[in-house]
């Protein structure tokens, strides 16, 4: 049997026949799994815990609150039950405004939209691709200042590996009272080495902070994710509202409307063994993105965002074109499918998503022109020095 578990969409449609034209293409992104996790895995089936209630599950969180520096991690099904969760944690009920990432996956999104809240989104600024701290500020200062009402949640997203900048977010939230959900999905690893946040980790400045094990993601369990927070009130309503509302030891009582949300002993058994690797991991993708940097550097390309202070781990390693000669992005994906390297666009911004087309938008284009130039390169932590020349001179060849 492989080793490649056929876990996220990544992977999937990086294999699946004719969808990138060449046979051996280089995969964008795979999960790295060796012999760690067959043996945690292995164990988890043969201790018949398989299901959520099981030791490695609270293994698994108390080892994740360690390395991320959080009081609480509470482990749930997906990223996004551990961000739906996260909101209800922080009050969003129907029709409240959540500020949200406009550049980002649909699924920081969907959680608002199961509560009937209204997402306003945000646009991102060029220094780090994230939200624009400023766009923030004027707008909860001009509601403030209005007598309008405030958003209930500020959800901050560190796309791509790449922390936000996040101390002008605090700075505006906290002049008004208003709660920062961190969506570090894509930012296991990643952190602050400097200012007033240095050595914390994304997902830890925040109230509630949010984390996926999706396969395409830098640590996977298959599927899963992790709520974390230092507010033990809140880390034990999470633990109560993943697991159907049910009240200890009292026979099959359910205080309010709870979710089947918890994440099982053995994806957590998973969890375990890629957690041990995550320096390996992480090494791995910041070597990549190195290689990568000095090896494009002279391309009309826009590299990712390398900024003092700010520790991304290039998740996703990504890069803008800069059209030329009536040549863009969609001619270099063309270009690299042709040569076997399994590349793909970045996100479509989510204020241009049929389900959030009504949505409200804080200015700007900077995400629509991240769409429009944006794209991927094969970065899989295992991904050997060959294959990456491989890579790099396809890219080259592009330009001439
Ligand atoms: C992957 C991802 C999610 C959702 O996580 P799942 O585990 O796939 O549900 C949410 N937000 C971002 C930014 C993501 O990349």
Redesign the pocket.
Known sequence: MSDRLAAGGTEREAHAPGSHGVAGTIPLAVPNIGPLERHYVVEAVESGYVSSVGPFVAEFEDRFAHRVGARHAIACA??????HIGLILLGVERDDDVFC?DF?????VNPIAYLGARPVFVDSEPRTWNLDPALVAAELDRRAAAGEELPKVVEV???LGQPADIEPIVDACDRHGVAILE?A??SLGAGWSAGRYAGRHTGTVGRVG?F???G??IATTG???MIVTDDDALAERARHLTTQAKVPDVGYLHDEVGYNYRLTNIAAGLGLAQLERLDEFVAAKQRLARRYDEALADLPLDLPPRVTGFDATYWLYSVMVSPADGRGRDDLLAHLARRGVGARALWRPLHAQPPFAAARVLAGSVGDGFFERGLSLPCSTDLSEKDQGRVIEAVRSFFG
Do not use: P, R
């Open positions: 997906s990223g996004t039950a551990a961000i990432s980002t996956f649909v699924g920081s997203v560190h796309v969506d999905a894509e949010c996926s094990f999706n395409n993601k599927g899963g994710g």
